[in-house]
T-cell receptor, first 113, second 107 residues
Framework: DAEITQSPRHKITETGRQVTLACHQT?????MFWYRQDLGHGLRLIHY???????NKGEVSDGYSVSRSNTEDLPLTLESAASSQTSVYFC????????????FGPGTRLTVL | GDSVTQMEGPVTLSEEAFLTINCTYT??????LFWYVQYPGEGLQLLLK?????DKGSNKGFEATYRKETTSFHLEKGSVQVSDSAVYFC??????FGAGTRLTVKP
């Protein structure tokens, strides 16, 4: 069965370190998304991609970067982790835009000390 | 800009009670509208969707009707169960989500 996976599921790191969160989907979807979920803020879009070599900034992209070298993967990098980036991160994918549902990964809980 | 506003929670109901979670949107054009559900410790999953005005999405006893005149997509269920306890998100097109409403159903 097709799926979307995230790793690691839990991560503790220190302020200033570079961290990369992995996202891998086997749906062969063109679109991939990264969100963070925080109490009181719901789901906020960090970055998204509509295909290989395409990346776009979302509403909370500062301090994060992504690259899309193939269809299956969209890793999220925190260049220099900050305590404000402690959150739960979700990756999602969809076949097209607009009317298509998004399929979500199980999430990565990141703690920055 | 475009946005989604949903009823703030948390919402606590007794089993078999009627549920309404309000959702309104501001957007140009005619977006597709979605309700997602997040069970504890999991990612979001699609509950239902509607792609054009007057469409009704339904799944697992939940319903929502796309109302263009009131720019709304309210979620309803006639009789909730303990297993419906979760966080519910309204969304439109891809990428725009409401803040989420936590529902707790007590036996």
């Amino acid at each position: 069965d097709a799926e979307i996976t995230q790793s690691p599921r839990h991560k503790i790191t220190e302020t200033g370190r570079q961290v990369t969160l992995a996202c891998h989907q086997t749906w062969n979807h063109n679109n991939m998304f990264w969100y963070r979920q925080d109490l009181g803020h719901g789901l906020r879009l960090i970055h998204y991609s509509y295909g290989v070599h395409d990346t776009n900034k979302g509403e909370v992209s500062d301090g994060y970067s992504v690259s899309r070298s193939n269809t299956e993967d969209l890793p999220l990098t925190l260049e220099s982790a900050a305590s404000s980036q402690t959150s739960v991160y979700f990756c999602a994918s969809s076949e097209q835009g607009g009317a298509d549902e998004q399929f979500f990964g199980p999430g990565t809980r990141l703690t920055v000390l | 800009g475009d946005s989604v506003t949903q009823m703030e929670g948390p919402v606590t109901l007794s089993e078999e009670a009627f549920l309404t979670i309000n959702c309104t949107y501001t957007a140009t054009g005619y977006p597709s509208l979605f309700w997602y559900v997040q069970y504890p410790g999991e990612g979001l999953q699609l509950l239902l969707k509607a792609t054009k005005a007057d469409d009704k999405g339904s799944n697992k006893g939940f319903e929502a009707t796309y109302r263009k005149e009131t720019t709304s997509f309210h979620l309803e269920k006639g009789s909730v169960q303990v297993s419906d306890s979760a966080v519910y998100f309204c969304a439109y097109n891809d990428m725009r989500f409401g803040a989420g409403t936590r529902l707790t159903v007590k036996p």
